[in-house]
């Protein structure tokens, strides 16, 4: 069974795959859902709910907007994705759930994904601390390339 982690990152997960992980994290695997996580886990765009609904409302026109918000909620709750909040007041979603930081592009707004290697921290020694981000902010490699032609 796949996990959800960086390493599985590069595969394509079938609807077959996204099946077996929901049911496995207590999910009941509806339509709507299958193809929310779907769409997560695959595209790797960590979209807002809207870009969700708007993506998938293409593909599916019965989707709504409250069906899209309600499975992202029970997916954070089952802590099958993470909240993205590079931005204030811009609720993004990640399917990969191992620690990582982020980085936005300020000229296109992509966001990266990005591997953490070290992070020392001094003066929380005993505390337990539940949630770990880093979010850079800059203009990634492509950006740059444009600006200098």
Wanted: net charge positive; with cysteine.
């Amino acid at each position: 069974m796949k996990t959800n982690n960086n390493k599985e990152s590069a595969r394509r997960w079938t609807l077959d795959d996204v099946r077996d992980y929901l049911i496995e994290h207590g999910i009941r695997a509806s339509f709507y859902r299958l193809k929310i996580f779907e769409y997560l886990i695959n595209e790797r765009t960590h979209p807002t709910a809207e870009e969700i609904f708007e993506t998938l409302k293409k593909e599916i026109p019965a989707v709504s907007r409250a069906t899209v918000y309600n499975t992202l909620r029970v997916f954070l709750d089952r802590k099958i994705v993470q909240l993205v909040n590079v931005e204030k007041n811009e609720a993004r979603y990640d399917a990969t759930i191992s620690w990582h930081g982020h980085f936005k592009c300020l000229c296109c707004g992509k966001v990266f994904d990005g591997h953490i290697e070290t992070l020392k921290l001094a003066g929380l020694e005993g505390f337990e601390i539940y949630e770990k981000h880093v979010d850079l902010k800059g203009i990634c490699l492509s950006c740059l390339k444009s600006k200098k032609s």
